[in-house]
């Protein structure tokens, strides 16, 4: 037991080290996320962009898709219902 201690007391960390890595850990990781934040505004603008340059709006577009799929499901039930008998 008493090895134990005396390597315990010998433990002294450079607390300048410390703090200066600490510091730039979290430098780093301020950096990381004003990265992302900057890579998901471009993607978003455009995105955006894109979007305004399409001939119909996307709402549109996904509530005729939605209708054609609606369409399509009515006429393949009616066609199994048709060949069932």
Request: glycine residues 6%; proline residues 2%.
């Amino acid at each position: 037991m008493s090895n134990i201690h005396v390597h315990a007391k010998q433990f002294h960390p450079d607390v300048h080290r410390l703090t200066l890595g600490a510091a730039m850990a979290g430098a780093g990781a301020l950096l990381s996320v004003a990265g992302a934040a900057l890579v998901t505004i471009a993607l978003v603008t455009a995105g955006r962009r894109v979007a305004t340059a399409w001939e119909t709006h996307p709402v549109e577009m996904a509530s005729r898709t939605a209708h054609q799929a609606a369409s399509a499901t009515s006429a393949a039930r009616d066609a199994w219902r048709s060949n069932a008998r």
